[in-house]
């Protein structure tokens, strides 16, 4: 199974982007990249899914470098409002014993 | 609209009761899954489901049962023989399979609260 590292904790600046880097060393060949957020007492809610190279949508974009150990989730000109954790997960669409969502990264938004 | 309830959106029990957490579908998904979050930490899988009449347990099912009758709801049972229900309690769903690449969509949780 393919375990994930990313940063406890990161603050920014309203405006900013933010880059969030997930670790996943020993990811295999069938896996995909999912990114998860989610707000104080409230379920998460998919942000984007990637498997090389850059996916982009209306919220984030996804970098995923040709050996795909790491990848990094961007969020451009962040808000207040996108203070929330997110979730790296790593995985193909086999059994859910692969669902492993850690502790995620705590992103703080400053005014 | 369609999404994922969970109700009660609060729940408080005495130490010792069984206690039934309500999850429903109206998205037509196949998988449906539990989860369980203590303060400050990320989301544990307990049992999950691919189908109608099928479950499988997660990382940390002991004390816990569900079932699976309708495509719809996947409710679960908080035993007495759970250590520490005291937590708050997440169901999702999505489409088809259940490993990590399949997108889940999560209903708003119910805070479970055991004294």
């Known amino acids: 199974l393919a375990k994930t590292t990313q940063p406890i904790s990161m603050d920014s600046y309203e405006g900013q982007e933010v880059n969030i880097t997930c670790s996943h060393n020993n990811i295999a060949t069938n896996d995909y990249i999912t990114w998860y957020q989610q707000f104080p007492s409230q379920g998460p809610r998919f942000i984007i899914q990637g498997y090389k190279t850059k996916v982009t949508n209306e919220v984030a974009s996804l970098f995923i470098p040709a050996d795909r150990k790491s990848s990094t989730l961007s969020l451009p000109r962040v808000s207040l409002s996108d203070t929330a954790v997110y979730y790296c997960l790593v995985g193909d669409g086999g059994p859910a014993r692969q669902l492993t969502f850690g502790s995620g990264t705590q992103l703080t938004v400053l005014p | ?115």
Not at chain 2, 17 to 41: F, K
Not at chain 2, 48 to 63: L, M, P, R, T, W
Request: include cysteine; aromatic fraction near 12%.
């Open chain 2, 1 to 115: 609209d369609g999404g994922i309830t969970q109700s009660p959106k609060y729940l408080f029990r005495k130490e010792g009761q069984n206690v039934t957490l309500s999850c429903e579908q109206n998205l037509n998904h196949d998988a449906m899954y539990w989860y369980r979050q203590d303060p400050g930490q990320g989301l544990r899988l307990i049992y999950y489901s691919q189908i109608v009449n099928d479950f499988q347990k997660g990382d940390i099912a002991e004390g816990y049962s569900v079932s699976r009758e309708k495509k719809e709801s996947f409710p679960l049972t908080v035993t007495s023989a759970q250590k520490n229900p005291t937590a708050f309690y997440l169901c999702a769903s999505s489409p088809r399979g259940t490993g990590p690449s399949n997108e889940q969509y999560f209903g708003p949780g119910t805070r479970l609260t055991v004294t």
